[in-house]
């Protein structure tokens, strides 16, 4: 069994920026991909980034490539996506999930977080 957090999220105006966090519990996170989505009301959830095992690929959604980015840090089993220049289609609750790279960019993780809502005002 895998647990997902995600915190970070919060209320900002157009032009600013956030960073979201996942933390992660019960299962070797070091070994997977993580991926960040996002579900805006009456919208699908739509895959926003992904990182592999080590970093060392990263895939992004044209609508956030360039402001967005995401890292993490396996020796404190988290993810973050940094957001910069949120404009007010950012609004969405957002979320991260473990899997393999391929089915995380198809919206198919293995174990979701929550989420976290993020809200921008114009």
């Known amino acids: 069994q895998v647990q997902l957090v995600e915190s970070g999220g919060g209320l900002v105006q157009a032009g600013g920026s956030l960073r979201l966090s996942c933390a992660a519990s019960g299962r070797t996170f070091s070994s997977y991909a993580m991926g960040w989505f996002r579900q805006a009301p009456g919208k699908e959830r739509e895959f926003i980034a992904a990182i592999s095992w080590n970093g060392g690929i990263t895939y992004y959604a044209d609508s956030v490539k360039g402001r967005f980015t995401i890292s993490r840090d396996n020796a404190k089993n988290a993810v973050y996506l940094r957001m910069n220049s949120l404009k007010a289609e950012d609004t969405a609750v957002y979320y991260c999930?473990?899997?393999?790279?391929?089915?995380?960019?198809?919206?198919?993780?293995?174990?979701w977080g929550k989420g976290t809502l993020v809200t921008v005002s114009s």
């Open positions: 999930a473990t899997g393999s790279l391929d089915n995380i960019r198809i919206v198919r993780g293995d174990y």
